[in-house]
């Protein structure tokens, strides 16, 4: 049964595209949740304005993306956590401290998912991995200190 994706649906494709699936699957999952339309022949008119549509956004999330890379374009982070006198962290600095760290600073909520790198388990500087798009991705000094 062809149909047309109203959203984005894992595993099967995105909003605006005709896919092919199982009968059962589109009536008792996709159609009666609002994912999917019965592809009919006046459908791909509206499926061709709904990725002009996906595109569009695709370029502004880009394009925002990019903007957030120049804006912190050489910050380093500060994060202060309890440390023993050889430097050795009580606890770790994670990914969770380094979005809590960017949304205090610098004023940018970043999903801890879309932060990757090394745990800090001891005083010093590290780097992580800021993924804005998939097309944008970005290195971010942090630098961890004792806490006084």
Partial sequence: MKILLRADV???????????????????????RGLAVVASSGVTAQAEAMQKKRALKAVEDKADAEEIVSRLD????????????????????????????LQDQVGLEIDRKDISGETAKEIGTYQFTLHLHPEVEMQVTVDVQNEV
């Fill in 10 to 32: 894992d595993g099967l494709g995105r909003t605006g595209d005709i896919v092919d699936v199982a009968r059962g699957h589109a009536r008792n999952f996709l159609l009666p």
């Fill in 74 to 101: 050489g910050i380093i982070i500060q994060i202060s956590a309890n440390a023993s006198e050889t430097g050795k962290l009580f606890g770790s600095v994670g990914v969770i401290e380094i979005a809590q760290a």
